[in-house]
């Protein structure tokens, strides 16, 4: 904070977080800590880098006013980031009832004897975090370039409309469909362990018939035509 007897500004530094190509304004309040009105003008020593709104006032006893002060977008940035730019915070002692229309350049003249308050605010330059190492950990894949990243997420889109669409499709499968194919299933289960047991079976006639000699008994030649419509069963359920 910069104080003086009138006005006292805060901070006391400008401090801009420095970008190039990027415009950046910084807010300064000002303090009135007496009883009287007290004007104020703001100027710079680079008046066509910086635009102040306002920069010139009123401040009310007792109150506070915000000044904010622009830095328009740099090209370029000055060696090791040090900035000779200053600010100058004239106020003096005014009518009461006085608004900032009535504020002149006469006001703030010294050889005219008036008492002018003067505070300098000086211009610091703050670095932005680094991100060259946070881009190359978390930066697109190789192969994909920044200027591409439309494309790519137009063709994520694409691929999770897809798969939200075949999601809602077996949703939509009725409860009577599962319990039909559920029972389907069983039934499926249950005749092709029954042609297993009778394929069993059969092979032991054989076995029986081979060591007696005999020939094709009437039991085996049922379970032979049992055995097909079984097999034919299952083949036309599924």
Not at 69 to 87: H, L
Not at 97 to 112: H, Q, R, S, V, Y
Not at 113 to 133: D, F, M, R, W
Not at 188 to 206: G, M, P, T, V
Request: proline content about 5%; some cysteine.
């Amino acid at each position: 904070m910069s104080t003086g007897e009138l006005l006292s500004s805060e901070p006391s530094e400008l401090k801009f977080p420095f970008e190039l190509k990027k415009q950046i304004s910084f807010s300064l309040q000002l303090s009135n800590k007496t009883d009287n009105y007290v004007a104020f003008k703001v100027k710079t020593t680079n008046p066509k880098k910086y635009c102040v709104r306002p920069n010139t006032g009123v401040v009310l006893p007792r109150s506070t006013c915000d000044v904010i002060v622009t830095m328009q977008a740099q090209k370029e940035a000055p060696p090791d980031m040090q900035c000779r730019d200053k600010f100058l915070l004239q106020s003096v002692k005014v009518n009461d009832g006085l608004t900032a229309n009535d504020i002149t350049a006469e006001m703030f003249n010294k050889e005219a004897g008036n008492v002018v308050e003067e505070c300098k605010l000086k211009v610091v330059y703050i670095s932005p975090p680094s991100t060259a190492q946070e881009g190359s950990e978390e930066g697109p894949s190789p192969g994909v370039s920044f200027s591409d990243g439309k494309h790519a997420n137009a063709a994520e889109f694409a691929s999770g409309a897809r798969a939200f669409t075949e999601g809602l499709e077996a949703q939509e499968i009725s409860s009577e469909e599962k319990a039909l194919m559920t029972k389907l299933t069983e039934e499926k289960n249950k005749a092709i362990q029954q042609s297993n047991k009778l394929r069993h079976e059969l092979d032991l006639f054989k076995r029986e018939g081979s060591k007696s000699g005999g020939g094709v008994s009437f039991m085996f030649v049922m379970l032979i035509s049992l055995l097909g419509i079984i097999i034919g069963y299952i083949m036309k359920k599924w």
